[in-house]
């Protein structure tokens, strides 16, 4: 089997045994991106753009910009528009941009198309007057120095004219030195002429500088800006599942304690001889208080990365592969005298263990069992026995922790016989036999229990 089949049947046992906790991350998710178009959905946006004529440098186009979004001009339009609202807030819902050809962008952000709309052409709009007003605040002297270059440039060109007229009258003959002299004279003074147009048109360009036009106005948006509500609460569901997905496999991987028979069989040296189901008992269920309950209404108060174990389908049918255990110990191994180790906190295990001593009298031939507990970090094994049974449940301890078990067993001079590997199930309905609010019996750790007739 290929790594990409064996990813891909894991996620599939993942969404089987999890869809419920991943549904309500959908759900909050959902949630969460609903409460975030709150503060993060733009609206309905729109732009108006504005033209400055003439020649401009970047960074004065850049300096337009700003003007357009500062406070005053803002005021401005929120004071025509009735919003009620000062510049400074209306900043967040109002930006500028350069574009090409000497064109300042206004967008502004609105609950309703109509809003949006009017308020990009109302600060364009102001945005116009307020620029156009500064410029002639603080243009006066330069204009009035303005106008003296021109009329000095007119007179220099109605000089040249003149010059060029009295020149061309006196010329007779283009043949003379004279006249040779004449002509070049007359080249420089229409290069001068030339120029000086030049100038005079640059300097009429630069009055111009100034002027400003709002180029139309606005669209109205016909639909919600990007990202709008259903795409955060779409964005927010998927990223939930995505996260509680790779959460689960993340969790899975780093996981150390084993969940396969032969890997449990490998660390401890000893042969899995039974996997039973443990009902889980009615008793806990009510113990488990609100959180456990809501906890088995999602799926996640189970570990979903066990193999699955046979079910049965009564407590006779689970009773009948207790016997079969303590028949082949006796049988096959010889056993008289067997020590039960079931792991400290182990409650399925307990379970089972307290389900193998009530079947004690019906078993031949006579054994002596005695039950005890470990702990997982330092176990203490007891002497006294010929074999030793460990009881635990599925993904309940390291490979670690079941080679302690293991070693602890050999310094104390006993041999594990085998392992039996127990799982918590739900019983739907009262199960037969058996009360539905009754518990197994409990035996105390390191109880002697004679298993068998005298």
């Known amino acids: 089997m290929s790594d990409d089949t064996v990813r891909l049947s894991t996620v599939g046992v993942l969404l089987r045994r999890r869809w419920r906790a991943l549904l309500l991350l959908v759900v909050v998710g959902a949630g969460v991106g609903a409460a975030a178009s709150v503060v993060f959905s733009p609206g309905y946006e729109t732009s108006a753009s504005v033209l400055l004529q003439g020649p401009r440098q970047a960074d004065e186009l850049l300096t337009q910009a700003q003007v357009a979004t500062s406070s005053v001009v803002l005021d401005r339009a929120s004071a025509t528009l009735g919003l009620r609202v000062s510049g400074t807030d209306l ?9 090409q050809g000497n064109v300042v962008t206004i967008t502004t ?18 945005f116009v007057k307020y620029s156009t007003q500064l410029l002639s605040n603080s243009a006066d002297t330069a204009a009035q120095l303005a106008q003296e270059q021109r009329e000095a440039l007119r007179q220099q060109v109605t000089q040249t004219n003149q010059r060029i007229l009295d020149l061309s009258r006196s010329v007779q003959d283009g043949q003379t030195v004279e006249a040779v002299q004449v002509q070049t004279e007359l080249q420089g003074l229409r ?26 106005p606005a669209e109205r948006p016909t639909s919600p800006a990007a990202p709008t509500m259903p795409q955060l609460v779409a964005g927010g569901a998927v990223l939930f599942f995505l996260v509680g997905l790779l959460g689960h496999l993340f969790g899975s991987r780093n996981d150390r304690r084993l969940r396969g028979e032969e890997e449990i069989g490998s660390a401890l040296g000893a042969p899995v001889l039974a996997a039973v189901d443990v009902p889980e008992s009615a008793q806990r269920v009510k113990a488990a208080g609100l959180r456990g309950r809501l906890r088995r209404l999602i799926g996640s108060d189970r570990p979903w990365n066990l193999p699955p174990v046979p ?13 079969r255990v303590l028949a082949r110990l006796t049988a096959e191994k010889g056993v008289r005298r067997l020590l039960v180790l079931v792991a400290e906190g182990d409650t399925a295990a307990k379970q089972a263990v307290a389900q193998f001593t009530a079947l004690a009298d019906s078993e031949r031939p006579r054994v002596e069992l005695t039950v005890a507990e470990v702990t997982a970090a330092q176990p203490v094994v007891p002497d006294g026995a010929t074999g030793v049974l460990v009881v635990l449940s599925l993904g309940s301890r390291s490979a ?9 067993c ?18 739907k309905g009262k199960p037969r036999k058996e009360p539905a609010d009754a518990g197994p019996p409990q035996v105390p750790a390191g109880r002697d229990v004679m298993v068998g007739s005298a």
């Open 91 to 99: 900043q967040k819902s109002v930006t500028a941009s350069v574009a």
């Open 109 to 126: 952000k609105g609950d309703s198309p109509l809003a949006a709309q009017q308020l990009a052409d109302e600060v364009a709009k102001e």
């Open 191 to 216: 290069t001068s002429l030339e120029q000086a147009m030049n100038n005079l048109n640059a300097a009429d360009a630069a009055t111009g500088t100034g002027n400003m036009v709002v180029m139309g």
């Open 311 to 323: 079910a049965s389908a009564d407590r006779a049918s689970r009773d009948l592969r207790y016997r």
């Open 400 to 408: 670690w922790e079941l080679v302690a078990i293991a070693e602890a």
């Open 410 to 427: 050999a310094d104390a001079g006993h041999e594990v016989l085998g392992a039996v590997l127990t799982r918590a199930v739900r019983v």
